[in-house]
């Protein structure tokens, strides 16, 4: 069986850690030996399942992927870095032709659309790897297109508490924001409720302990303006196990694109669920 060779960028943070195990354990993968790190990164290695991976910093990464790519005739970098790194990294992957799975959030998204598209490298970009979640979002953006102003006149709360160290906003939060706006809700993104302390998500929200240092808990909640009615959409994650089963199955997705030499573009997370 051919496997799938991937690249890990950013480890050792915990959803590179969790996907680089994954990928580790499932035989159809092949998890190269080295990944691409943040600045100031102590470590040298990481264990991952039986292996040892060294950690390459920033001031290699262009020469690592450089002989990588010299080295095996294909491979996929899965990117969960920080939101500061995002448009940069992307640059390093389409200048050197590499594919990748950008899973990392944040960043100018606009311009990181503009960096891939016409490249000729593909990507899959998502704010969300959770295939259930993307699902869910999915739906929401088909009532948007065909039900404008479903909610017109409607108030809205949101509220999304994620581990400490996302130090970004949510980026299903925030495309949520557009749909609920197109069906009428006048909310603005710098309304989202950001939750990040953990003693609040234990005592207000009720996140397990075992999970305060890695969920992903949102709540929608919209009145009508007499006060008569009220919808309530939550979706609540524990761990990261869920988002490194969807970010495999990008890969699986992004691999067979370029095993078939489709044409290269931005892929979202519903192509890899439509076509899967």
């Known amino acids: 069986m051919k496997h799938i060779k991937v690249l890990m960028s950013g480890l050792p943070g915990k959803m590179a850690l969790a996907c680089a195990e994954l990928f580790a354990r499932e035989p159809e993968f092949s998890l190269l030996p080295v990944s691409l790190t943040g600045p100031g990164v102590p470590e040298k290695t990481v264990s991952v399942g039986d292996a040892e991976l060294s950690l390459s910093p920033p001031e290699t990464h262009r020469q690592m992927l450089g002989d990588l790519k010299k080295e095996h005739e294909s491979f996929i970098v899965v990117d969960y870095t920080h939101p500061s790194a995002v448009n940069e990294n992307a640059k390093l992957y389409t200048d050197l032709g590499v594919p990748f799975v950008m899973g990392t959030t944040g960043g100018d998204r606009k311009k990181l659309l503009e960096q891939v598209e016409g490249s000729g490298v593909p ?5 969300n790897m959770a295939r259930e979640i993307v699902g869910f979002t999915a739906m929401m953006k088909y009532a948007a297109k065909h039900f404008p102003g479903l909610f017109e006149g409607y108030s809205m709360t949101l509220v999304e508490s994620h581990q400490k160290g996302k ?3 949510s980026g299903t939060a925030k495309a949520m924001v557009e749909y609920f706006n197109r ?30 240092s890695g969920h992903g808990w949102h709540t929608y909640t919209l009145r009508s303006p007499d006060k008569t009615v009220l919808f309530s959409f939550t979706h609540n994650v524990n761990g990261r196990e869920v988002y490194a089963r969807g970010t495999a199955e990008a890969v699986r997705f ?3 694109r370029v095993a078939r030499g489709d044409a290269a573009r931005v892929y979202s997370m519903i192509d890899v669920l439509e076509k899967a």
């Open 123 to 127: 990507a899959v970009i998502a704010p």
């Open 167 to 169: 130090a970004d906003t």
């Open 254 to 256: 992004l691999a067979g």
């Open 183 to 212: 069906m009428g809700v006048a909310f603005d993104v710098e309304e989202i409720e950001k939750i990040r302390d953990p003693e609040v998500q234990k005592t207000r929200l009720g996140v397990p302990e075992e999970h305060l």
